[in-house]
C-alpha cells in the first residue's frame, strides 16, 4: 500500500481550478518529485498535502488515514518553504526547538534531538546563531533541520533551492539526496527545474494546468514521453509531427509536415490518417558531412543554421528544404577543434528507427 | 469545506472591540439620529421619548428650525469656508516642506518626518495658546503691525480675537496632516520622470506643473480630506481666539449641548455636520480612486 | 545629491519656522520673570513652583493620568485584538466602527457620547471620560498594530502550523513577539492621546471632573497667567519623550498615510 495516496484531487479558486483529479501514489521512503511550470498545480497540491488548503473533491490518505479532519499541525507532514520561514526573533537551536516544544518534548530530551539534527544537515555548532546571520545555504539547512527534527513521515520541499544561486544549488542537489538516504523519509518535492528533477528523483509527476501528464521514473520520462508537453517540457526535443502514413511490423511512418517520411519503430493502434509526433532528443541525432550508406535509419540533408557553444556540448539548429528545423546535440570532445560544423555548411542527418519515440498526438 | 476553528477564532479576536464599539460608537450615534426627531426637555436636555399620552414623541421640528432660520444655515457656510481656506493656505504651505523631506537623504528623512510631526503631539490648547499669546496686543507682532498701521494713520487693529486669529491657528493645527500624505506620495515619484522631462525641454515651473503636481494629486486629495474635515467641526480655536463674530458650526453645536441644552437641534446639527464630513470622505475617497489613472500618470507608468 | 533651489530651502525652512516658533515662545515665556506673555523681563522658576503649589492642577494631572493610563491599558488590549482581526480577515464593519471615531470630527463623538450617557444615568466622570478615550484610541492602536502585522512575513505563521502549533500557540510564540514593537508603541501613542485630548473630555467629563486641558482651558478662559506656560512646556516634554521612545519601536509609524 503507498504511504500517501492522493485520489482523484480536485482544488478550485473561483473560476480557476488549480488541481483538476490528481490522483497519485507515493511510496515510503521515495524521493518524489512534483514537475512543472508555474500555475500548473503543483504548490497548490503540496499545501493541500501539508493541510493549509482543503481539497474541494477526492481524499489524501497517510498510511490509508483520510487527512483531511487534521489541521496541519496535527499532521505528521513537516514543510521546508521555500522563503525557508525561519523565526527571526529565535536562534537557530530556538527554530529546531520549536516543533519539538510543541510536540511537547521532554525538556531533558530537547538539546540532545537539535544536535543529531543539525548533525544531519552538517550545521554542528551554528546553534547560538541568529537567521539574520546565516547565508542563503545556511538558512536553507536549518530549515531543513527544523522540519526533519521530529521525524516526520513525509516530507514537503516547496522549490527550496530556487533561491540559490547555481554552484550552491548543484551541492545542495547532492546534499538532499544523500540526506534523503540516511533519514529514509518520504521527500515530496516541488520544482519547475527539470534537470533538478531528473537528477534528485526516484519518481516524477509532470504536471500541467492542474492534471498530472505523465508519471514515473526519470529515465522513462526523459526517454519515453507520453505527450508533447512532456516531450518539450523535459529537455531538449525535436517535435515532428503529422499524419500516419503507414502502421505495420513495429514501424509507423509519420508524414512529417516540412520533412518528409520519417519512421519511428512504435506498436499503436493509431489509424492512418490520424495526428502523431515523434519525440527526437537532439543528442539521438547524428550528423556526418557525407551520406552513410544504404541503411533503414531515417536521414535527411539539411544546412547548419544556427550553432550553440556550451563548452561541453554544442547544439546545431539545421535547416531542411522543406522547412522543418532539426536540433542536433554533440560533443567537443572527440576533435581537436572546437566545433564540427559552421554555419552555412551542407550536412547529412540520421538516426536510427528506435531512437524517436512515438507519441498519439 | 472551511474548519470551524476558523471562523469561530474571528468572533474571538475580532469579537471584543466590535462589541466595544457598537456599544460606545454605534449606538450613541443612532442615539444622537434619534435624538435629533424629539423634543426638547422642559429643563434641557430631551423630553421623554413617549409622552404622557403614551405616544412616540417624534417629530421633524428641529430640522424645520434649521431649515427656516438661516443664520445657521450662514455659519454652515461660513464653516466651509473656514475650511476651505484652512485647506489652501495648509496645501502652499505643506507642500514644500513634503518636497523638502522626499528629496531629502534616506538618513534625514525620518528626522524630518519626525519633526514635522511632533508638534501634532503637544496638546492642542497649547497650540492655540501659543497663538494667543504671539498675537496678543502686547505682543511684539501686534504692536509692529499696528505701529506701521499707525504711521499710515491708521486704527489699531486687533490681530487676537478675530477672524484672522482663527485662520492661523487653523492652519498651524492641521498643517502635518497635510505634509504627511503629500509626503507619502511624492516619496514615491521616480527622479528619471523628472530628467526625461528637462531632457526634454521643460523648465523647471513646466517640471513641476507638469509632471509633479499632477502626480502627487492622490496625496493632495488625501491631505485635504485629513484637514478639511477635522477643520469642518472645530470649536476650541474660535471659541479662545475668536471674536463674537467668528462662531463656527462646532461652536454652535456646543453652545445648544451645553448652554441652550437645546439637544434636539443641537443633534441636527451634529448630523448635518456628520453628513457633510462623510460625503466629503466619500468623494476623497472616490477621486482619490479614479485619480490613478488620468492621463498623466498613464503617461508616467508607461515611461 | 542634486542642488536644489533656494526658494524651496526657504520655503520649508518657513514651514519648520512656523511649526515650531509658537511652541518656542511658550517654553520661553514659562520662565519669564512677568505676569504678561508679553516681552522678556528676567528668568525665573517661580511659575513651576506655583505649579506644584496648585492643588487643582495637581488634580487634574492625577486625573490625567489615571485616565490615560486605563484608556492606553484598555484601548491597548482592544486595539491589538481589532488590528489582527482586520488583518486576518478583513470585516467591512469593524473596520469603519474602527476608523470612523479617527476620521470625523471630535466633537460628533463628544455629543454623542454625551446623550448616551445622560439617556442611561449614567454619571459623568472619570469613567465616562476613560470610556470615551478608549473608543478613539482603539483606532490608532488597530492601525499602528496592522501595519506592523502587514511587514511580518507571512510564511511564518504557517511554519509555526507546520512545526505542530495550534493557531493560538502560533500567535503566542511566533505573532506575539514580533509585533509586540508596535503594541507598545501603540499604547505610548494611546496614553498620549488621552492626556491630551480637549474635545472629547470637554463633554463627557461632567460638572465635577477635570483633566489637565480641561484645567488648561480654564485658565486660558479665565485667568491667563505663565502657569499655563509651565504646564504645557512640562506636558510637551513629557510627549515628546513618550513619542521618541514609540517611533524607535516602530519606525514605520509615522510614514505612511494615517488611514
Known sequence: ?????????????????????????????????????????????LRMIAGF????AGRILLNGEDLADRPPEARPVRTVFQSYALFPHMTVEGNVAFPLQM?????????????????????TGFGKRYPHELSGGQKQRVAIARALVTHPTVLLLDEPLAALDAKLREDMQLELINLQKEVGITFVYVTHDQTEALALSHRIAVMNKGKVEQSGEPSKIYGFPTTRFVADFIGHCNLLSGPVATNGNGIVTVDVAGLGPVRVAAETALPTGRSATIALRPEKVRIGAAAPADSPDNHFRGTVSDLLYMGDVTVYKVDTPGGQKIEALLANSASGRTKFFEVGDAVEMSWPVAAGHFIPE | MARPTKRWGKWLVGGPPLVYLLVFFAAPTLIMVLASFRTPGDFGGLAPLVDSAGKLDLNLDSYARFFTESVYAEIFLKSVGYALLTTLFCLTLAYPLAVLIARAGKQYRNLLLLLVILPFWSNFLIRIYAWMIILGPQAALARGVNGVLAAFGHEPVPLLFSSFAVLVCLVYVHLPFMVLPLYANLEKHDQSLLDAAQDLGANRWQRFWRITFPLSLP?????????????????????????????????VIKQQFLETRDWPFGSVLSIVLTVAALVLAALAAWVGRRNLVTPSSVEASRA | MRRRPLG??????????????????????????SRLN???????????????????MLVAAGNSLAIGLVASAVSTVLGTMAGVALYRHPMRLLSGLVLAPIAIPEILMGVSLLIFFVLLNFTLGLVSVALAHITFCIGFVAIVVRARLAGMDEDLIEAARDCGATPWKAFRHITLPLIMPGVIAGALMAFTLSIDDFVITFFTAGAGTVTLPLQIYSMIKIAVTPEVNAVST??????????????????SLFQTDRE
Not at chain 3, 524651496?8 to 520673570?33: H, K, Q
Not at chain 3, 515628546?240 to 517611533?247: P, V
Open chain 3, 234 to 251: 512640562l506636558l510637551m516634554l513629557l510627549t515628546l519623550a513618550l513619542i521618541i521612545i514609540a517611533s524607535r519601536l516602530s519606525p
Open chain 3, 8 to 33: 524651496l530651502w526657504l520655503a520649508a525652512a518657513a514651514g519648520y519656522a512656523f511649526l515650531y516658533i509658537p511652541l518656542v515662545i511658550v517654553v520661553v515665556y514659562s520662565f519669564n520673570d
Open chain 3, 38 to 56: 508679553a516681552e522678556w523681563v528676567g528668568f525665573t522658576l517661580g511659575w513651576y513652583d506655583k505649579l506644584f503649589h496648585d492643588d487643582d
Open chain 1, 53 to 56: 488548503l482543503l481539497p474541494d
Open chain 1, 1 to 45: 500500500m503507498a504511504l500517501l495516496a492522493i485520489e482523484n484531487v480536485t482544488r478550485r479558486f473561483g473560476d480557476f481550478t488549480a488541481v483538476d483529479g490528481v490522483s497519485l501514489a507515493i511510496d515510503a521512503g521515495e524521493f518524489f518529485t512534483l514537475l512543472g511550470p508555474s500555475g500548473c498545480g503543483k504548490t497548490t497540491l
Open chain 2, 219 to 251: 496625496g493632495v486629495y488625501a491631505g485635504a480630506a485629513l484637514v478639511f474635515i477635522p477643520a469642518l467641526g472645530i470649536f476650541a480655536i474660535p471659541d479662545i481666539l475668536g471674536g463674537p463674530d467668528d462662531s463656527l458650526i462646532g461652536n
Open chain 1, 103 to 123: 510536540a511537547k518534548t521532554p525538556a531533558a530530551q530537547i538539546p540532545a534531538k537539535i544536535e543529531a539534527a543539525l548533525e544531519d544537515v552538517r550545521l
